[in-house]
């Protein structure tokens, strides 16, 4: 079964505390693993898209990175504006669907 | 150029009444996508299409509907609302291939 795990659940950071988030998968082939961010009220961002272990993305202060099981979202020198709900997504290649984890919610204190 | 929009916002219904929710996209994606996100359990896939007129289920497909009578527009249905169908419910949409999917902003269902 295609599962897709996030931790930790809350994250609490000083502004400028770097750190890192998980997503953990299981998924009979992976097509594609994809990080959103969600703000309050809203929907889900594009962040980025991985496809083959090794692969490195980067965009400002964050940097997703992929390994065969799990993927990082990590954050240098965060910002109070990185405050969000950050969520993890995997396409398997059997298929057109996607399957969510539960998402890691940062909150950046000045 | 919209992305995509989602029609209404909010709504309120009483148990059993029936309502459809709108989203219309103005990308030429082929794909569409009907999700719901309830708290603790992250956005799981009600329904989803691959192009014009073709619908398919996903993994919480029970007690909803859909149509996709044109590329731009995917209609969720709830013919008779539950309680338990109180969500946030939201549209997405992607292009051939491995593009990413793009979100709507959300409809806010709340069934008393």
């Known amino acids: 079964e295609d599962q897709v795990t996030q931790s930790p659940e809350a994250l609490r950071l000083q502004e400028g505390e770097s750190s890192s988030l998980n997503c953990s998968y299981t998924?009979?082939?992976?097509?594609?693993l994809f990080w959103y961010r969600q703000d309050p009220g809203k929907g889900p961002e594009f962040l980025f898209t991985?496809?083959?272990a090794g692969e490195e993305k980067e965009k400002e202060r964050l940097k997703a990175t992929l390994t065969k099981k799990e993927s990082f979202l990590h954050i240098t020198a965060p910002k109070p504006e990185d405050s969000a709900t950050y969520l993890c997504a995997v396409q398997p290649n059997t298929g057109n669907q996607f399957y969510f984890g539960t998402g890691t919610s940062l909150t950046v204190i000045p | 150029n919209a992305g995509v929009t989602q029609t209404p916002k909010f709504r309120v219904l009483k148990t059993g009444q029936s309502m459809t929710l709108l989203c219309a996209q103005d990308m030429n994606h082929e794909y569409m996508y009907w999700y719901r996100q309830d708290p603790g359990m992250g956005l799981r896939l009600i329904h989803y299409s691959v192009g014009e007129g073709t619908t398919a289920k996903g993994e919480v497909p029970d007690g909803y509907n859909v149509s996709r009578l044109k590329k731009q527009n995917f209609l969720l249905g709830l013919e008779s609302a539950a309680p338990s169908q109180t969500s946030v419910y939201f549209c997405a949409s992607r292009g051939p291939g491995f593009d990413t999917q793009y979100f709507g902003p959300g409809t806010r269902l709340t069934v008393l």
């Open positions: 998924v009979s082939g992976l097509r594609g």
């Open positions: 991985l496809y083959s």
